[in-house]
């Protein structure tokens, strides 16, 4: 390209040198130089206007005129014109195969995906989509996708623009099919849906709830029988060498009646899916679990504080959420040393309603802190078994927060302690006037 733009610079000077060249001897011969030295310059700017014209003529009407010939920098131009629009296809080329094979790609996936633009309205479906959201080409297109998917639930999923995570709901064309969805805003104000059918999911959980149910209403019964009879023998017995065996054994039936109150309750909170929405006197019950802490604590030290606003209630199921604060609370006072502090409040917060609960103990490596709401999942084993914790307790609380349309927000260092705060939406949110 260098060498073929130094030709054209070279044929243009020689066009130039040539004319005025011509017209100087013309203008020395007819005794009138300037005004032969002034035609010849008109007449050059003549020709670049010409070609110019050629050139202009060719780009606006690409496909109906042949390449028009032209030489010095106007050919240079026509000649890089050429090559970037031959850049230009075969950059087309390998996008418009991207894309076909993207499409191919979301045709192919056995989830529905729904490309919506920034209004919300349908722009492009797969196969799948058809059968698990009942579209089609005629109706849906340009349709937005509320009305589409007619649910109270996603209607609002989609208007609070909060896409940080999915939720499940029943499909608007089958009660009996159960769909996730999720939105990813992607591009130019565009979203990405994806619909999952996780009816199969939903049957295989509904069978794992009920094992765990009515294997723990199944072990209720021989445990109350030892644990009765264990009561009895360590009565009568006075000897020495068994008291400690009688006692360890009454501590491990206990532990073991513990663990299936909290199994049996977490199977409750799965399969009761609709919440109580009574109103309940969040103060009243601080202030109760304030007590059984007090009680729980025995012998250690510890300072416990509370900030309670009275006026502030929530609308929601008492004792669901009484087993939620009150494991947070025990939690703390479990992992905080003797001596420590525990701080709990409860406040209205940006149009929230926050209860924390805030300590200065051990504290959470970072690692742990995303899977602390898994059930049975523990930090430090050997600690967790030696201070009674079941493992479920923020199973529990995670739970009772998404029945209630909150979550728990978790903040942990480690060796200078956590803060647990579930977080109550505006809705449930309800102001008790004096």
């Given at each position: 390209?260098?060498?073929?733009?130094?030709q054209?610079?070279?044929?243009?000077?020689?066009?130039?040198?040539?004319?005025?060249?011509?017209?100087?001897?013309?203008g020395?011969?007819?005794?009138?130089?300037?005004?032969?030295f002034?035609?010849?310059?008109?007449?050059?700017?003549?020709?670049?206007?010409?070609?110019?014209?050629?050139v202009?003529?060719?780009?606006?009407?690409?496909?109906?005129?042949?390449?028009?010939s032209?030489?010095?920098?106007?050919?240079?131009?026509?000649?890089?014109?050429?090559k970037?629009?031959?850049k230009?296809?075969?950059?087309?080329?390998r996008?418009?195969?991207?894309?076909?094979?993207?499409?191919?790609?979301?045709?192919?996936?056995?989830d529905?995906i729904?490309?919506?633009?920034?209004f919300?309205?349908?722009?492009?479906?797969?196969?799948?989509?058809?059968?698990?959201?009942?579209?089609?080409?005629?109706?849906?297109?340009?349709?937005?996708?509320?009305?589409?998917?007619?649910?109270?639930?996603?209607?609002?999923?989609?208007?609070?623009?909060?896409?940080?995570?999915?939720?499940?709901?029943?499909?608007?064309?089958?009660?009996?099919?159960?769909?996730?969805?999720?939105?990813?805003?992607?591009?130019?104000?565009?979203?990405?849906?994806?619909?999952?059918?996780?009816?199969?999911?939903?049957?295989?959980?509904?069978?794992r709830?009920?094992?765990?149910a009515?294997?723990?209403?199944?072990?209720?019964?021989?445990?109350?029988?030892?644990?009765?009879?264990?009561?009895?023998?360590?009565?009568?017995?006075?000897?020495?060498?068994?008291?400690?065996?009688?006692?360890?054994?009454?501590?491990?039936?206990?532990?073991?009646?513990?663990?299936?109150?909290?199994?049996?309750?977490?199977?409750?909170?799965?399969?009761?899916?609709?919440?109580?929405?009574?109103?309940?006197?969040?103060?009243?019950?601080?202030?109760?679990?304030?007590?059984?802490?007090?009680?729980?604590?025995?012998?250690?030290?510890?300072?416990?504080?509370?900030?309670i606003?009275?006026?502030?209630?929530?609308?929601?199921?008492?004792?669901?959420?009484?087993?939620?604060?009150?494991n947070?609370?025990?939690n703390?006072?479990?992992?905080?040393?003797?001596?420590?502090?525990?701080?709990?409040?409860?406040?209205?917060?940006?149009?929230?309603a926050?209860?924390?609960?805030?300590?200065?103990?051990?504290?959470?490596?970072?690692?742990?802190?995303?899977?602390?709401?898994?059930?049975?999942?523990?930090?430090?084993?050997?600690?967790?078994?030696?201070?009674?914790?079941?493992?479920?307790?923020?199973?529990?609380?995670?739970?009772?927060?998404?029945?209630?349309?909150?979550?728990?927000?978790?903040?942990?260092?480690?060796g200078?302690?956590s803060?647990?705060t579930?977080?109550?939406?505006?809705?449930?949110?309800?102001?008790?006037?004096?």
């Amino acid at each position: 390209m260098q060498t073929y733009s130094k030709q054209a610079v070279k044929e243009e000077l020689t066009w130039f040198f040539l004319i005025v060249f011509i017209s100087l001897v013309i203008g020395y011969l007819t005794e009138s130089v300037g005004l032969s030295f002034s035609l010849s310059l008109v007449i050059y700017l003549l020709l670049h206007f010409k070609q110019a014209w050629k050139v202009l003529t060719w780009l606006s009407y690409k496909s109906a005129t042949p390449i028009p010939s032209t030489h010095g920098v106007w050919g240079l131009f026509v000649q890089q014109a050429i090559k970037t629009e031959k850049k230009n296809k075969k950059h087309k080329k390998r996008l418009s195969a991207l894309v076909k094979r993207f499409h191919e790609v979301l045709a192919a996936m056995p989830d529905a995906i729904v490309i919506l633009d920034e209004f919300g309205g349908i722009e492009w479906f797969n196969e799948s989509a058809k059968h698990i959201l009942q579209m089609n080409q005629v109706d849906s297109i340009g349709q937005h996708i509320t009305r589409c998917i007619n649910n109270k639930k996603f209607a609002q999923y989609y208007n609070h623009k909060d896409f940080s995570h999915s939720i499940d709901i029943e499909s608007p064309f089958d009660a009996d099919i159960s769909l996730n969805f999720r939105i990813a805003p992607y591009g130019k104000k565009k979203q990405l849906l994806s619909a999952r059918d996780t009816t199969r999911m939903r049957q295989l959980e509904g069978v794992r709830s009920l094992f765990v149910a009515n294997v723990s209403h199944e072990l209720r019964t021989p445990l109350t029988v030892i644990s009765g009879y264990l009561e009895l023998l360590s009565d009568r017995d006075n000897d020495p060498m068994l008291n400690p065996i009688y006692q360890q054994m009454s501590l491990q039936t206990d532990r073991m009646t513990t663990l299936l109150d909290d199994l049996l309750m977490l199977s409750n909170l799965e399969n009761q899916q609709e919440a109580i929405n009574d109103i309940i006197c969040i103060a009243a019950m601080i202030k109760d679990i304030h007590r059984e802490a007090q009680i729980f604590k025995g012998e250690q030290h510890y300072s416990i504080h509370c900030d309670i606003d009275n006026h502030l209630n929530i609308q929601g199921n008492a004792k669901e959420i009484h087993s939620a604060f009150s494991n947070l609370v025990t939690n703390a006072l479990r992992y905080t040393p003797s001596g420590g502090e525990i701080k709990i409040t409860w406040k209205k917060q940006q149009n929230t309603a926050q209860f924390s609960v805030q300590d200065n103990g051990i504290g959470i490596e970072e690692k742990h802190i995303n899977r602390l709401t898994e059930r049975f999942y523990r930090v430090d084993k050997g600690r967790s078994r030696s201070t009674g914790g079941t493992g479920l307790g923020l199973a529990i609380v995670k739970h009772v927060m998404l029945k209630h349309d909150a979550k728990l927000d978790i903040k942990s260092k480690f060796g200078k302690g956590s803060c647990f705060t579930c977080i109550f939406p505006k809705e449930r949110i309800v102001i008790q006037k004096i």
